[in-house]
């Protein structure tokens, strides 16, 4: 009797369990935790980046789009869409300052402004759309680009932009870089220079003895490689005071004081020495840190969320179940945090971006759960 590729990936996740896809796994299971409220839907938009206003204003952006809307806003109440800020931007053309081309991720900071962190580079497929990274900030009140930051001379062609967070407290942006050797970038704000940082350090950089598995194997490039993703996930302490980091393919978690991150008279292996290791976890992706000092991540071999807090005694991450939904959740990719609701984009990602990806289970879309007033552990600690 022959057995199908998929029935045979089913076999031996009922073998191995949560070693094997979680996909398939997790689908034996039932739901937990606040119910998933869907905001938004979609059939060929590629969602990746979402960010929400204080007023629940919904964005979304599909980088690795081939056309059509990259960067859209959602009305939350219609479903409808609309191109933002306006069509010029998300129509190619010869302005690439003020255009689209891989909006990667999105990040709403204190003062409301919404900034759009477009890499230039589709990191899973290898190659880059020709345009140089920018960092773009919009005045929301009346959509207009308040400042854009480049990154010439710092970060090179095979490097990969990835995630962001604002510090308007200290005047600084930090983001991940899960290209090449992986790494942080530290931008000043008011001067707009910048600096990489951490390069290819123990913290950035993946380990190589473990593996984001699809099935029974490692996951791979369209090009048969497997697939290493460096500094990914990335967020910020309510205090401004620690920034948490991981690569995505381990399952390993940092933290590194932002006192260091700015202080440029630290040597690169005085600032190394300034990173705390929190110890193994989940497998996640996009990380978020709530008003409590809790991180909540999409545990990517379970097909769930995770609530992370951070031991105040011995700095170490323990985490729990937050959010399952078998059957609905595949890839909690990004995040955002607003009115009391944690949102999240479920890219569907090992399922349309590596060669041995998995059958496509739903449409992308935009969740959202309710938060828990308080947490447990103090992560500020």
């Not at 007023?55 to 219609?78: K, W, Y």
């Not at 929301?140 to 710092?154: A, E, H, M, P, W």
């Not at 490692?218 to 910020?236: E, F, M, R, S, W």
């Amino acid at each position: 009797m022959k057995i199908s590729k998929l029935s045979r990936i089913a076999l031996l996740c009922a073998v191995v369990g949560a070693s094997i896809s979680p996909v398939l796994s997790a689908q034996s299971q039932s739901d937990y935790g606040p119910p998933l409220e869907t905001v938004k839907t979609f059939d060929t938009f590629k969602l990746v980046g979402i960010g929400v206003s204080h007023e629940g204003r919904v964005f979304a952006s599909a980088p690795a789009a081939q056309s059509g809307d990259r960067l859209v806003e959602v009305n939350a109440q219609t479903g409808a869409t609309t191109p933002y800020p306006d069509q010029a931007w998300n129509t190619p053309g010869t302005d690439t300052e003020h255009e689209w081309a891989v909006p990667q991720a999105m990040w709403v900071d204190k003062a409301d402004h919404l900034w759009v962190l477009d890499s230039g580079r589709v990191v899973l497929a290898g190659a880059g759309s020709g345009a140089k990274p920018k960092l773009v900030e919009f005045d929301l009140s009346n959509n207009k680009v308040i400042r854009t930051y480049g990154f010439d001379g710092i970060v090179a062609p095979t490097d990969s932009l990835n995630d962001l967070r604002i510090d308007l407290g200290h005047g600084y942006a930090y983001l991940t870089n899960v290209g090449n050797r992986g790494s942080l970038v530290v931008l000043n704000l008011k001067t707009g220079q910048s600096q990489q940082v951490l390069v290819g350090e123990r913290s950035t950089f993946a380990d190589p003895h473990e593996h984001l598995m699809i099935g029974d194997q490692p996951a791979q490039t369209n090009d048969g490689k497997q697939v290493a993703i460096h500094a990914d996930g990335i967020a910020l302490s309510p205090d401004a005071k620690w920034l948490y980091y991981r690569p995505l393919t381990d399952h390993n978690y940092w933290r590194v004081p932002t006192s260091a991150l700015i202080d440029a008279k630290l040597s690169p292996a005085q600032l190394s020495r300034q990173v705390q290791y929190l110890g193994s976890a989940e497998l996640t992706g996009g990380l978020i840190m709530d008003q409590h000092g809790t991180l909540y991540g999409g545990d990517l071999e379970h097909s769930t969320v995770v609530a992370l807090d951070i031991n105040p005694a011995t700095h170490k991450v323990k985490s729990h179940l937050f959010v399952r939904a078998p059957g609905r959740l595949s890839w909690a990719d990004g995040f955002a945090i607003s009115q009391g609701y944690l949102y999240i984009a479920d890219s569907h990602l090992w399922e349309v971006a590596f060669k041995n990806h998995l059958p496509r289970s739903g449409p992308f879309t935009i969740f959202r759960v309710k938060l828990p007033a308080s947490s447990g552990l103090n992560g500020l600690g």
